[in-house]
């Protein structure tokens, strides 16, 4: 939909439960407003998790938006020599991670995600 409000509603009425969202924006710096909106429409009634952040800016937008959580993909990707060892086994272009990679959780980002949360 693209009345932010409007979806809210219909989701809510569907029975969802919970929004994944950063506001209509690529980053959620950038829909900070519109989730702030979403916020305080739902009310309660779902919740609304605000993701696509840098760790840097987690204590203001959680004060901005007025949300007591946030969604972080707090991976790298390290790539895997043992897939390209045997070359007759091939699983797809389409995967994810792509093939001879895989992802592990960050540590650091982590850390500085929960760092900052506390500043």
Do not use: W
Not at 25 to 33: N, T
Not at 45 to 67: D, F, Q, S, T, Y
Not at 80 to 92: K, L, Q, T
């Amino acid at each position: 939909m693209r009345d932010p409000e409007a979806g809210l509603e219909k989701l809510v009425d569907l029975g969802f439960r919970r929004i994944l969202t950063t506001g209509r924006r690529a980053q959620i710096e950038d829909g900070a407003e519109t989730v702030r909106r979403i916020v305080s429409q739902a009310r309660g009634r779902i919740e609304i998790l605000p993701g696509g952040m840098v760790p840097r800016n987690v204590a203001r937008l959680v004060a901005e938006i007025g949300c007591d959580q946030i969604h972080v993909a707090a991976h790298i990707r390290r790539s895997d020599p043992s897939s390209r060892e045997n070359a007759e086994i091939f699983f797809g272009a389409a995967l994810y991670p792509p093939e001879g990679s895989y992802d592990v959780i960050d540590r650091g980002f982590v850390q500085s995600v929960h760092r900052v949360s506390r500043a």
